[in-house]
């Protein structure tokens, strides 16, 4: 976990925002999180590439990450550096779930090999600058990958506790 904090953390820093910001999706992202962390609700104002402005109340997106950054925004400052760090640590604990679930799979030394690679792998090192939701979704869908590989134990039984972990998540 350190050595992937460090590199996304390194990068983020080191980097500017990476291009796509800007673009429709990353603009209405980081807009509706300050409208919320504001206590505005689903509310979005965004620049079009004419220099136009569009602005209404969205739901057409599923409010997982806007709302993550909303809280990010709220405890921290509404703040382009304060979502890239929150993606780096976001991005980083997919290494937790990384090895757990091949930890089913194959031995102790294979799993932590997957989770380095994780750790390492550059395009998760490098889409932490941009406002993505993949940063938050990749930690909680290899928790839920997990959560089904675990469900199944080793005697065939199912451990309900598992299903309903991996039907929260």
């Given at each position: 976990?350190a050595t992937?904090?460090?590199?996304?953390?390194?990068?983020?820093?080191?980097?500017?925002?990476?291009?796509?910001?800007?673009?429709?999706?990353?603009?209405?992202?980081?807009?509706?999180?300050?409208?919320?962390?504001?206590?505005?609700?689903?509310?979005?104002?965004?620049?079009?590439?004419?220099?136009?402005?569009?602005?209404?109340?969205?739901?057409?997106?599923?409010?997982?990450?806007?709302?993550?950054?909303?809280?990010?925004?709220?405890?921290?400052?509404?703040?382009?550096?304060?979502?890239?760090?929150?993606?780096a640590v976001?991005?980083?604990?997919?290494?937790?779930?990384?090895?757990?679930?091949?930890?089913?799979?194959?031995?102790?030394?294979?799993?932590?090999?997957?989770?380095?690679?994780?750790?390492?792998?550059?395009?998760?090192?490098?889409?932490?600058?941009?406002?993505?939701?993949?940063?938050?979704?990749?930690?909680?869908?290899?928790?839920?990958?997990?959560?089904?590989?675990?469900?199944?134990?080793?005697?065939?039984?199912?451990?309900?506790?598992?299903?309903?972990?991996?039907?929260?998540?």
């Open positions: 976990f992937a904090l460090l590199l996304r953390v390194l990068w983020v820093v080191m980097v500017p925002t990476l291009p796509g910001f800007g673009v429709h999706d990353t603009s209405v992202y980081d807009s509706v999180a300050r409208h919320l962390a504001a206590g505005e609700g689903f509310r979005y104002e965004v620049l079009n590439a004419d220099g136009s402005t569009s602005s209404g109340v969205t739901l057409l997106k599923a409010p997982g990450y806007e709302t993550f950054l909303g809280g990010v925004y709220w405890l921290f400052g509404s703040s382009l550096d304060n979502a890239r760090f929150a993606n976001m991005s980083a604990l997919t290494v937790f779930p990384t090895y757990w679930a091949a930890r089913r799979l194959v031995s102790g030394r294979a799993s932590v090999i997957a989770a380095g690679l994780v750790a390492i792998n550059p395009s998760m090192v490098i889409w932490t600058s941009s406002l993505y939701a993949e940063g938050l979704f990749l930690p909680i869908f290899t928790a839920t990958i997990g959560a089904v590989l675990w469900s199944r134990r080793r005697t065939g039984e199912i451990d309900m506790r598992m299903l309903a972990l991996a039907a929260v998540l």
